[in-house]
């Protein structure tokens, strides 16, 4: 009874929300996060209702991404919490508030994970959204399947680099979503090419041109690529991502494309 009523709040919120998407990627340090908080921003930027969800139990990094390290998760009258606000259109949430310390290590096994991802979404007051970003842990494993096992209409949008070894664990991410049939939205390749930081413009640092070739070869969209910049990492530690703090730069405009082509 009590998992029935829980599907049934999870099922209300979601019918909510117009769009989901999952941001994956094969493996860590590619910049599914990076890309997951450019997108959310990006989306509300174009004025529409936005939640991140950050469902990395283990590295949540969102919270710090977004300049939001000390805000804690607001109650409403009805005793639901809600997601923080970042922006009056852009809301989002992380395990990371909910822990006694920053440092705190999650051990749990497969089955809570479960529940709390489906806690996150039941018994959250997301409200009315046009977008739910979610941001999963690298790899294949049970934050993604649940995530896809819960929101059945959720799209992926994967996310790997141009060097090899990540095409190749970017393709268990491609496979995993074909056995469990979640549809892929495209991919993202990421750190692709580099902007001089003392003339602004693009080199080809690494071959690029993986993503594409991936894309073509499972016959997925190839959504765009996102140069590597430092500006990125700046505006990672102040809360401000690229797509905001310096919309005229080339990544910020990589970062709008790929808004534009969600
Ligand atoms: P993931 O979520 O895949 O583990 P992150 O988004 O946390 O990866 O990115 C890993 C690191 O790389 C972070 O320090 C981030 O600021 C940096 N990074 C990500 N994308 C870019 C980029 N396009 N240019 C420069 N640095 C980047």
Redesign the pocket.
Known sequence: FLMDQQDKKVREQLAKIKHKIMVM?GK?????????VNIAVGLSLQDFMVGLLDV?LH?P?IPK?LGARDLRISRKPDGRMGPIKYSPNLKFLSIEPLLPSEDTAIIWRGPIKHSAIKQFIGDIDWGELDYLVI?AP?GTGDEPLTVAKTIPDAYALI?TTPQEVSLIDVKKSIRFCQKIKMRILGIVE??SGFICPHCGKPIDLFKRGGGQKLADEFGLRFLGR?????R??DT?DTGRPIIAAYPESV?AKAFEELVRNI
Do not use: L
């Not at 860590?28 to 997951?36: A, F």
């Not at 996102?226 to 430092?230: A, F, L």
């Open positions: 990627s860590g340090g590619v910049g599914k996060s990076t890309v997951s990395d590295g990094s991404m941001d690298p996310v990421n750190m996102i140069p590597v910049d430092p990125v990492v990672g990544t």
